[in-house]
Every structure is written in structure tokens, then in C-alpha cells.
């Protein structure tokens, strides 16, 4: 496995500003991922962060909405842009492929709470 | 469309009994599945995946059985600890999905003393 941190914990933003989350592992790995979990609701996959090349996103997410970064194989970035209440969400990073070998288990860090006003 | 459903959104179980959780998918696609716990304020943590060519996997207090003829997938715990008190996802991922996991809606359990 791997030891995964996100910076915000939590956060309370008004509507209409950006946020940027970032997740940081302890350790290389092949892929990461960005998912939203509303309230009530399951978690949803928002993209998969590449490494040095734009982001792939799922059926509903945009690139101008919820720009990613991944600049190395450690680190990524996940913006919430021009944020609405209907953004409140927890949005997780998680990790699959640690050092290097493939799984299809993912690791995910402890989630960033944002609540939108 | 939900393509992984689990039916019970709670199940109450005493402690040193045994919990059985369940989840149905429609993907036939799906090949690889996994079960995830996840405490409140805390990001959900891996306990136990099964490959679609096995129909059983066990690891602890925790067993997985896979039956793809009905697309139904279970966690047994035994025996059930309060610990275990936490909401269980099941995820599936599809064959050359590149690890993406599609999420159940979850199923939260209670282990009373």
C-alpha cells in the first residue's frame, strides 16, 4: 500500500471562487485518480490524473471545471473551479500501481470535505 | 444507470455473529472485484478483492464469494466486532478498464454488543 495525504482537510468556500486540492503519496505510482463522493451518494470517478499529459475525464466532468495537474509521479492537483452548493462534496485522490507493478487495488487518501456557500 | 447496486443501505448484526453484505452488477464486462470500509471523516480502506476466474477469497475474518452466473457478489465477516462498524463499498472494475473501480452505493454496518 501506500501512505496518501490530501491539503485541505476541509474547507468552507463561497460560490463562485476556486479551489485547488493536493495529494501527495509516499511512494511512485503508475496511476492516480480523483473522485467525488456527494452527500448521501456512492463515489463517483471524476478523472484519471496521467503523468505529464492531460487528465482523462469520466462522462459528466470537464477539463474547465476540474482541472488536474500531475506533474510527477508522487503529486496531483485537482481544482474545483468557479464553485456552486452543488459542488459540497468530500473529493478523494487514490493511487493504484504502487512502486511501479500493476494491481487493481487502489489506495485513496483521507478525502478533502468541501462545503460551498 | 447504476452498474453496481447494493439493495441494503444498513444491516445491524451482534457481535461474534457472522455479516454477510451483498452486491449485484449488470456490467458483464466486470472482472475484477473489490471491497472497501470506510469510517466516517476517513477515506475508504481496501480489505479484500476477488479475480472473476475464482469464485471464493478469503483473508481473515473476511471471505468473498463471486457467483458471475448471477452477477452477485457477498462479504462474510465472522466473527462481527464493533470495529467492523463502517460503511462497505463494493467496486468492480471492467477487463482493460485501466483500474478504474465503479462504486456500490454502500451499505452501512452496525455491530452491537
Known amino acids: 500500500s501506500a501512505v496518501i495525504s490530501q491539503k485541505p482537510s476541509r474547507d468552507i468556500c463561497q460560490r463562485g471562487t476556486s479551489l485547488t486540492i493536493q495529494c501527495q503519496v509516499d511512494s511512485q505510482v503508475t496511476m492516480m485518480f480523483w473522485y467525488r463522493q456527494q452527500p448521501g451518494q456512492s463515489l463517483t470517478l471524476i478523472a484519471t490524473?496521467?503523468?505529464?499529459?492531460?487528465?482523462?475525464?469520466e462522462s459528466g466532468f470537464v477539463i474547465d471545471k476540474f482541472p488536474i495537474s500531475r506533474p510527477n509521479l508522487t503529486f496531483s492537483t485537482l481544482t474545483v473551479s468557479n464553485m456552486s452548493p452543488e459542488d459540497s462534496s468530500i473529493y478523494l485522490c487514490?493511487?493504484?500501481?504502487?512502486?511501479?507493478?500493476?494491481?487493481?487495488?487502489?489506495?485513496f487518501g483521507p478525502g478533502t470535505r468541501l462545503t460551498v456557500t | 444507470d447504476q452498474q453496481v447496486k447494493q439493495n441494503s443501505p444498513s444491516l445491524s448484526v451482534q457481535e461474534g455473529r457472522i455479516s454477510i453484505l451483498n452486491c449485484d452488477y449488470t456490467?458483464?464486462?466486470?472482472?475484477?472485484f473489490l471491497w472497501y470500509k470506510k469510517y466516517p471523516a476517513e477515506g475508504p480502506t481496501f480489505l479484500i478483492s476477488?479475480?472473476?476466474?475464482?469464485d471464493k477469497n478469503e483473508d481473515g475474518r473476511f471471505t468473498v464469494f463471486l457467483n458471475k452466473s448471477a452477477k452477485h457478489l457477498s462479504l462474510h465477516i465472522v466473527p462481527s466486532q464493533p470495529g467492523d462498524s463502517a460503511v462497505y463499498f463494493c467496486a468492480a472494475s471492467p477487463t482493460g478498464g485501466g483500474n478504474k473501480l465503479t462504486f456500490g452505493t454502500g451499505t452501512q454496518l452496525k455491530v452491537e454488543l
Open positions: 476477488i479475480s472473476s476466474i475464482k
Open positions: 490524473a496521467n503523468q505529464g499529459s492531460e487528465a482523462t475525464y
Open positions: 487514490s493511487v493504484g500501481g504502487v512502486g511501479g507493478l500493476f494491481s487493481y487495488e487502489q489506495y
Open positions: 456490467n458483464s464486462m466486470f472482472d475484477y
